[in-house]
């Protein structure tokens, strides 16, 4: 059997989370004490009661449920346990508990954060398909098709091996289970909080392979499915089995914490109380004591903690405005820190979760106290998740309904839509396994929002450019030529932050290839996974022999062109210059390419030469400062020039041919090109130009930044060398 317990009170138990880290339970019901597993074995082997009546063993989570649904049908939770306890009769826990005492804890557990009727029938019988002589059909067949396909669903999530790496394709099938209906894992992680909590029976390495496989796995969906409350549990609970000099330490600190006199959150708690009261805004002002991974978090910042550093305060209020209105009251009345707000009620996080958070600094010593601002409803979901938001299959409520008539899936968060995308856009189960292992490992998500005021979801923090424009495009992001970040051009490989504005500059060719390089700079499943599918199916070609006339740079004073297979090499001509040396050889300088009106001078070298150069060419500055005397250059009447520019652009199909066709159709001759190897999707093109007239070469320039993927077009650059 899977699930697996120890009996509390036996040495190496892991303890709860209590001495002042509240279990989600006690943090919304103080009246309602913890179940008292022993109890209820006890009563599990009394037998069924009467009919009509519901078993005693059950009546506490039949007093959960109706807290949250009053109305609900409580006679397939009756079947549903009386089947589970006959089929689990005579079956025991390791720690000698009968087993009925599991799928009871792990019903309670999603009865306490909201779950509706179908889940928690499915939880009765999580294990019975597994364990004993039940089968799918006679599920299927006693409690209805939805109740068979989540028993189902967590029956082969408890066969998967996590950490296993010829399991890839196991779990791929399970997350897929999961990503169809979420009521999957809400039982499977409220299973492993449960054998968690009593875990303590087992061999010292079979709890490491266990905590480890929860921290790297469960917790991290746990987290993207916005359960905090079985989070934060299972974050402690991992804790104290992985670090457990740290837990005992963290123990000790809270529990001397609850025993000082003075507690500043109290009194802080007090006074938000009052300015709430004389502003007449309804509101419930709550102490939040921080878990102990918090608390152990906050130690390693700030040592030795103070009272406000053990927990925040929760202000509940009925209505979105409400929450500004509190906010309002709290940062005029009382001493704000600015650079502690943050609001996820405008911009939700990707879990579903929404709340303003605030901080302000108590007058008499300065103790800074974290003030979380949500609704009621905002409360449930930021606690459950995904688990209070009812059954995806059925009619929408008020509350799911969006302002154009259409209803908000609140059991598909961007997290799970995004993973049903993995997985069928994944060449291999490996690719799918290693980019799920990843973006679990993520911590953080970032904000990023379009031109539009629109916004970018399920970016990770470090994630680039690339990962916005799959995002926001999903395959047709190859086409992407690159990006503005904050109104400024940026690369591919730009790494955002949250807050950033990114315009993604798209191309129109359909047969746009991603760079390989891109590979490098996703960060994300849905980028990694697109790009490997589109590379796989068009492989790179062989690289061809280096051509002398399209690659590397342009030499000295920017010779002619070789003759092509295309027809001879266009002929040279040069713009009219007279100098004041009689019968020298005029030379325009390749490094700085002056053309009519440009202000010139040259300078005599070997050979009875003139060189031409800019006025502000940095050559003209290095010989002045070596002596190098000046000769008097100047324009004759010839309005033909020659020029050398400079185009950088983003790499795409046809780009070549486009540009070669618009600096023609403006009368430009080319006499010589290169163009350098792309670097990360950057392209510096170098051409050498004859004009008929220098008063077309603003013209020219216009005409060449108008073609689609090229973002700036500038005469060459003065070069550090060479005259």
């Avoid at 939805?146 to 890839?168: C, I, S």
Wanted: hydrophobic content about 40%.
């Amino acid at each position: 059997m899977n699930a697996e317990a120890v009996n509390p009170s036996s040495p190496g138990a892991v303890p709860p989370a209590t001495n002042g880290a509240v279990a989600p339970t006690a943090s919304r019901r103080k009246a309602r004490a913890r179940i008292d597993l022993r109890r209820l074995g006890r009563v599990a082997l009394l037998g069924p009661a009467a009919r009509g009546r519901l078993p005693d063993a059950i009546s506490h989570v039949v007093e959960a449920h109706r807290a949250h649904h009053p109305d609900a049908d409580l006679d397939p939770l009756r079947r549903a346990y009386l089947l589970a306890e006959s089929s689990h009769r005579g079956q025991m826990r390791k720690s000698g508990e009968p087993y009925i005492t599991h799928p009871l804890a792990v019903t309670l557990i999603l009865a306490e954060l909201g779950a509706e009727t179908t889940t928690l029938t499915a939880s009765l019988l999580h294990d019975t398909v597994e364990d004993t002589d039940v089968t799918l059909d006679q599920v299927g067949e006693q409690f209805g098709a939805e109740v068979r396909y989540l028993v189902d669903g967590v029956t082969k999530l408890e066969k998967v091996d996590y950490g296993a790496a010829a399991e890839p394709e196991t779990f791929r099938k399970m997350l897929l289970a999961t990503g169809n209906d979420v009521r999957v894992m809400s039982i499977k992680l409220a299973d492993r909080l449960h054998n968690m909590r009593t875990l303590g029976v087992m061999r010292r390495e079979k709890q490491e392979r266990i905590a480890k496989v929860t921290r790297d796995v469960l917790i991290p969906l746990a987290e993207r499915l916005g359960v905090q409350a079985l989070k934060s549990e299972l974050e402690d609970l991992v804790f104290a089995v992985m670090h457990p000099e740290e837990y005992e330490h963290t123990r000790k600190l809270v529990t001397e914490n609850a025993a000082r006199a003075d507690d500043p959150l109290a009194e802080v708690a007090d006074e938000v109380r009052r300015v709430l009261r004389e502003a007449d805004i309804t509101a419930e002002v709550l102490i939040r004591p921080r878990h102990f991974v918090s608390v152990h978090r906050v130690s390693r910042k700030r040592d030795p903690l103070r009272g406000a550093d053990f927990g925040r305060l929760l202000v509940l209020v009925q209505e979105d405005a409400d929450c500004y209105a509190v906010l309002g009251e709290l940062h005029t009345c009382m001493t704000p820190v600015v650079s502690e707000f943050k609001d996820f009620i405008a911009v939700p996080k990707f879990n579903l979760y929404q709340s303003l958070h605030t901080a302000v600094a108590r007058a008499q010593d300065g103790q800074v106290v974290e003030v979380l601002i949500r609704t009621h409803q905002m409360h449930k979901v930021a606690e459950a998740g995904v688990v209070a938001l009812g059954n995806p299959y059925a009619p929408p409520s008020e509350e799911q309904t969006a302002g154009d008539g259409e209803r908000v899936d609140p059991t598909r968060p961007g997290w799970l839509s995004r993973l049903l995308d993995w997985q069928r856009g994944a060449p291999d189960p490996d690719t799918f396994w290693s980019t799920l292992r990843e973006d679990l490992a993520q911590d953080r998500e970032i904000t990023v929002f379009r031109p539009d005021g629109g916004t970018l979801s399920g970016l990770p923090e470090g994630a680039t450019c690339v990962d916005a424009a799959y995002a926001q495009y999903g395959e047709d992001a190859h086409a992407c030529m690159g990006a503005r970040v904050n109104g400024r051009l940026a690369t591919m490989s730009t790494v955002l932050r949250d807050g950033d504005t990114v315009q993604l500059l798209m191309g129109q060719d359909p047969a746009s290839e991603p760079s390989r390089e891109w590979l490098e700079h996703a960060h994300t499943p849905a980028a990694r996974i697109a790009i490997q599918r589109r590379l796989a199916a068009h492989p790179a070609p062989e690289p061809a022999e280096p051509d002398e006339t399209t690659r590397g740079p342009v030499a000295g004073d920017a010779p002619a062109p070789r003759p092509t297979a295309d027809g001879p090499a266009p002929r040279l001509a040069f713009a009219d210059v007279l100098v004041d040396v009689p019968g020298a050889t005029v030379r325009l300088a390749g490094c700085c390419t002056p053309v009519p009106p440009d202000e010139i001078t040259g300078f005599a070298v070997r050979g009875g030469v003139v060189t031409v150069h800019r006025a502000e060419c940095a050559v003209v500055t290095r010989m002045k400062s070596a002596g190098r005397s000046e000769v008097g250059v100047h324009w004759g009447e010839s309005p033909e020039c020659r020029v050398t520019l400079l185009a950088e652009s983003f790499g795409r199909p046809h780009l070549l041919a486009d540009l070669t066709e618009a600096m023609a159709l403006e009368g430009a001759e080319i006499v010589s090109a290169t163009v350098e190897p792309p670097d990360r999707q950057r392209v510096r093109h170098t051409y050498t130009v004859l004009l008929p007239d220098a008063a077309r070469l603003p013209a020219l320039m216009r005409a060449m930044r108008d073609v689609a993927g090229v973002y700036d077009v500038s005469r060459a650059q003065p070069q550090p060398t060479g005259a």
